[in-house]
Every structure is written in structure tokens, then in C-alpha cells.
């Protein structure tokens, strides 16, 4: 049975992740808005955006050897603590209808971005091993908090100074700063003393079948799934739906993404990680057939809410799987590499997926992520049944 200990530190950092998903929910919302209001040209308003992508990019595996250094909590305190200064720049940026401060200050938003993929690697070293799969599962269900109080923040956020969204910004002060207070009471496990030794390559690591799987497994499902999200609003305007119609289906999409949560971890401890990769796979087949065959809403409604919860089974089953390929002198390189590739993976699909709209159309991307789906689907059946064969046959 969990101790209080670890229940605590699970919900701590499940709350922690809340108020990340909250920050970029609300930073989603206006940063393209605000650019275009400070930039010297409506052509570079998303470059703050893209500055605190970059950022992130560049944060996530120096995030992981210092946490191998100092320690986890040290290092979400510090990403926490630069976030922060990081909302205080873009509100003075505001006030003081700066760019230039405005990038500087997305820059510094990037850094939590970078490092808050690391809660649920922190959640599985709190807990035993019978524990981890939920402790995975239960810290992403904050994004279930993430998506009722981010939109619901943005909105009343955004008048609460007389400089247009300089409130929002305001607010991505504020929520670092009760992370940071959260933090302080969780209670992370020591440091190993023996962080080298015995560590593989990451050569040798990657011939593990399961860790191709699990690094496909995330890249992939994370790619997808944002390739598709992005390009949906502009397929649902192309058909002439209602903007209330696309809140709609996005909030469906977020549930989701994050609801399963709450039983993902008990589903992987009862069926075994592969089945659950599976099922996303399947999921996310269904979602690409229900949009190639029609474009009403309940096309678009069902097929993204069925995308979310196969991001959800894929993300949570291929971190699950991904803790079983490394042992503890290799884990800072190995979450630093998977994590990397999985924020290059998003970040590209990100920025292309208006252009690819544009170039080939609503039907041609779904079809576009169809061999992707199906690769992992296929490399998860092929290890179910090499498993069976090798324990029939042993």
C-alpha cells in the first residue's frame, strides 16, 4: 500500500503540472495576439511564441543534468523561479509597448516549458515500483484542472489593467510563484551516490526494442496529435462551422487528453503497457477515418476526442515503458534525449501545420499521419507476439 508520503508528493506535483498547463493555456491564447500589438510588423507576432519553443528546446537537457546534479525540486524551483520573471518582463514589455522585452520575457517562459515534462519522471521516483504507472497518470490528470481554470483565467485576466493583456501576463507571474510554493513541500528521495557507474551508451540503450518504441511511441503520438489539434480550427472554418462550434470540440479535445488520466495507470498495471499503446494506436486510426469521411461537427467532435484520449494512452504508456529501458546512472541522459526529441517532434508539426493545410489540404494530412499511427501500432504487436513466442517456446 502508498504511504501518505508518496500520495502527497503525486498530488503535489499534479497540482504543480496544473499550473504549467495553466500558464501555456493562457500563453496559447494571447502571445500571438500581444505580438501583434507590439511588433514593428503583424508578420512577426508569433516570434514570441516561437522564442519560448526555442527556449524550451534548449532548456530540456541542461534541466535534466542538473536535476541529475542538484536534485528535482531544485531544478522545477528554478524554472518555476525564471518563469516568473519571465511573466514580470512580458507585463512591463506591455505597459512599455516593448518587443524586444516581450521576446526576452517569452524567452524566459520557455525555460518552465523546458523543464515541466519532468514532473512525471519525478512523480515515478517518489513512488515504488507498483505505484509508478499511476504516479505517471495521476500528475498529467492536472491538465483536467489546466483546461476548466486556463480559458476561464485568460478571459477575466485580460481586463484587469488598462494596457490590453498585460493582465494575462500578470497572472504568469503569479502562478510560478504558488508552484514555487507548492514545492516546498514535496519531498523528493536523495540524490543516488553512485550516479556513473555502470552506464550504458546511448548506442547500446537504443537497441532495446522497447525504448525505440518508447521514443517513437512519444514523438509520434505528441506530433500527431498536434499536427491534427492545429489544423482542425482551420478545417472546421474551412467548412464554414461557427467559432462556438470549435471551442466546442477543442474542450472536448483537452478533456480528452487529460480525463483518462485518472485510470490510465490502473488500465497499463491491469493490461500491460502494450495493449494501452495499442489501444491509442487504434484510437488515433479511428480519429484519421472519422475525419477523411465527413466534416460536420460530430466528424470533428468525436475524431479529436478520440485523438486525446489516444495521446493520452500513447504519451503515458511510452513515459511508462520508457522508466523500464534506463537504470539510475543512465536516466539524465536517456529523459533528457526523450524529451528533446519529443519538443523538436511538436514544435515542427506546430510550425508547419498551417503551411501544410495550405499545401495539401484537410484530407491529405490525416492521411499524411496514417503510416505513423500505424508504425507504432505495428512495432507493439510485433513485441506483444515475439513475447508470447519467446515464453511458449522458453
Same mark, same amino acid.
Given at each position: 500500500m502508498q504511504t501518505r508520503f508518496t500520495k502527497r508528493n503525486v498530488a503535489l506535483l499534479s497540482f504543480c503540472q496544473a499550473l504549467g498547463i495553466t500558464g501555456n493555456i493562457i500563453v496559447?491564447?494571447?502571445?500571438?495576439?500581444?505580438?501583434?500589438?507590439l511588433a514593428p510588423s503583424r508578420a512577426l507576432a508569433t516570434i514570441p511564441l516561437f522564442i519560448q519553443y526555442l527556449s524550451a528546446m534548449l532548456t530540456t537537457i541542461p534541466a535534466s543534468f542538473l536535476m541529475k546534479r542538484l536534485g528535482r525540486k531544485t531544478g522545477f524551483m528554478i524554472g518555476s523561479a525564471m518563469a516568473s520573471l519571465g511573466g514580470g518582463l512580458a507585463f512591463i514589455a506591455l505597459n512599455l509597448h516593448s518587443f524586444v522585452l516581450f521576446c526576452? *520575457? #517569452?524567452? &524566459?517562459?520557455?525555460?518552465?516549458v523546458g523543464v515541466m515534462p519532468y514532473y512525471r519522471f519525478a512523480a515515478v521516483d517518489a513512488a515504488d515500483e507498483r505505484f509508478k504507472n499511476n504516479a505517471i497518470s495521476l500528475v498529467l490528470a492536472g491538465g483536467v484542472l489546466a483546461a476548466i481554470a486556463g480559458p476561464t483565467i485568460a478571459n477575466m485576466s485580460v481586463r484587469f489593467f488598462s494596457t490590453v493583456y498585460a493582465g494575462n501576463f500578470f497572472v504568469l507571474l503569479i502562478l510560478p510563484l504558488l508552484t514555487l510554493f507548492l514545492l516546498l513541500f514535496v519531498k523528493m528521495p536523495p540524490l543516488s551516490e553512485k550516479p556513473n557507474e555502470g552506464a550504458r551508451s546511448i548506442i547500446h540503450i537504443s537497441r532495446q526494442p522497447k525504448? &525505440?518504441?518508447? &521514443? !517513437?511511441? *512519444?514523438m509520434i503520438g505528441y506530433?500527431?496529435?498536434?499536427?491534427?489539434?492545429? #489544423?482542425?480550427?482551420l478545417s472546421m472554418k474551412h467548412s464554414l462551422l461557427p467559432f462556438e462550434n470549435i471551442t466546442l470540440v477543442i474542450q472536448w479535445h483537452v478533456l480528452g487528453m487529460f480525463a483518462p488520466s485518472f485510470i490510465t495507470g490502473s488500465l497499463i498495471k491491469r493490461f500491460g503497457v502494450y495493449r494501452i499503446l495499442i489501444a491509442g494506436a487504434v484510437l488515433n486510426l479511428a480519429c484519421i477515418i472519422?475525419?477523411?469521411?465527413?466534416?460536420? &461537427?460530430y466528424h470533428y467532435w468525436v475524431a479529436l476526442f478520440l485523438?486525446?484520449?489516444? +495521446? $493520452?494512452?500513447?504519451?503515458?504508456?511510452? #513515459? #511508462?515503458?520508457?522508466?523500464e529501458?534506463?537504470?539510475?546512472?543512465? =536516466?539524465? =541522459?536517456?529523459?533528457?534525449? $526523450?524529451e528533446f526529441l519529443i519538443l523538436v517532434t511538436v514544435s515542427t508539426s506546430s510550425l508547419f501545420s498551417g503551411i501544410l493545410f495550405e499545401w495539401?489540404? +484537410? =484530407? !491529405?494530412? $490525416?492521411? !499524411?499521419?496514417?503510416?505513423?499511427?500505424?508504425?507504432?501500432?505495428l512495432i507493439s504487436l510485433w513485441i506483444v507476439f515475439s513475447t508470447r513466442r519467446t515464453v511458449s517456446t522458453g
Amino acid at each position: 500500500m502508498q504511504t501518505r508520503f508518496t500520495k502527497r508528493n503525486v498530488a503535489l506535483l499534479s497540482f504543480c503540472q496544473a499550473l504549467g498547463i495553466t500558464g501555456n493555456i493562457i500563453v496559447f491564447s494571447v502571445s500571438a495576439l500581444a505580438g501583434a500589438e507590439l511588433a514593428p510588423s503583424r508578420a512577426l507576432a508569433t516570434i514570441p511564441l516561437f522564442i519560448q519553443y526555442l527556449s524550451a528546446m534548449l532548456t530540456t537537457i541542461p534541466a535534466s543534468f542538473l536535476m541529475k546534479r542538484l536534485g528535482r525540486k531544485t531544478g522545477f524551483m528554478i524554472g518555476s523561479a525564471m518563469a516568473s520573471l519571465g511573466g514580470g518582463l512580458a507585463f512591463i514589455a506591455l505597459n512599455l509597448h516593448s518587443f524586444v522585452l516581450f521576446c526576452a *520575457g #517569452s524567452a &524566459l517562459l520557455g525555460i518552465l516549458v523546458g523543464v515541466m515534462p519532468y514532473y512525471r519522471f519525478a512523480a515515478v521516483d517518489a513512488a515504488d515500483e507498483r505505484f509508478k504507472n499511476n504516479a505517471i497518470s495521476l500528475v498529467l490528470a492536472g491538465g483536467v484542472l489546466a483546461a476548466i481554470a486556463g480559458p476561464t483565467i485568460a478571459n477575466m485576466s485580460v481586463r484587469f489593467f488598462s494596457t490590453v493583456y498585460a493582465g494575462n501576463f500578470f497572472v504568469l507571474l503569479i502562478l510560478p510563484l504558488l508552484t514555487l510554493f507548492l514545492l516546498l513541500f514535496v519531498k523528493m528521495p536523495p540524490l543516488s551516490e553512485k550516479p556513473n557507474e555502470g552506464a550504458r551508451s546511448i548506442i547500446h540503450i537504443s537497441r532495446q526494442p522497447k525504448f &525505440l518504441l518508447a &521514443l !517513437l511511441g *512519444g514523438m509520434i503520438g505528441y506530433g500527431a496529435m498536434s499536427l491534427l489539434m492545429i #489544423s482542425t480550427p482551420l478545417s472546421m472554418k474551412h467548412s464554414l462551422l461557427p467559432f462556438e462550434n470549435i471551442t466546442l470540440v477543442i474542450q472536448w479535445h483537452v478533456l480528452g487528453m487529460f480525463a483518462p488520466s485518472f485510470i490510465t495507470g490502473s488500465l497499463i498495471k491491469r493490461f500491460g503497457v502494450y495493449r494501452i499503446l495499442i489501444a491509442g494506436a487504434v484510437l488515433n486510426l479511428a480519429c484519421i477515418i472519422i475525419n477523411i469521411a465527413g466534416s460536420s &461537427l460530430y466528424h470533428y467532435w468525436v475524431a479529436l476526442f478520440l485523438l486525446g484520449v489516444g +495521446w $493520452n494512452f500513447l504519451f503515458i504508456g511510452a #513515459s #511508462s515503458l520508457l522508466t523500464e529501458c534506463y537504470t539510475e546512472s543512465e =536516466k539524465a =541522459k536517456v529523459q533528457a534525449m $526523450n524529451e528533446f526529441l519529443i519538443l523538436v517532434t511538436v514544435s515542427t508539426s506546430s510550425l508547419f501545420s498551417g503551411i501544410l493545410f495550405e499545401w495539401l489540404g +484537410w =484530407k !491529405l494530412i $490525416n492521411y !499524411l499521419v496514417l503510416p505513423q499511427i500505424t508504425l507504432i501500432l505495428l512495432i507493439s504487436l510485433w513485441i506483444v507476439f515475439s513475447t508470447r513466442r519467446t515464453v511458449s517456446t522458453g
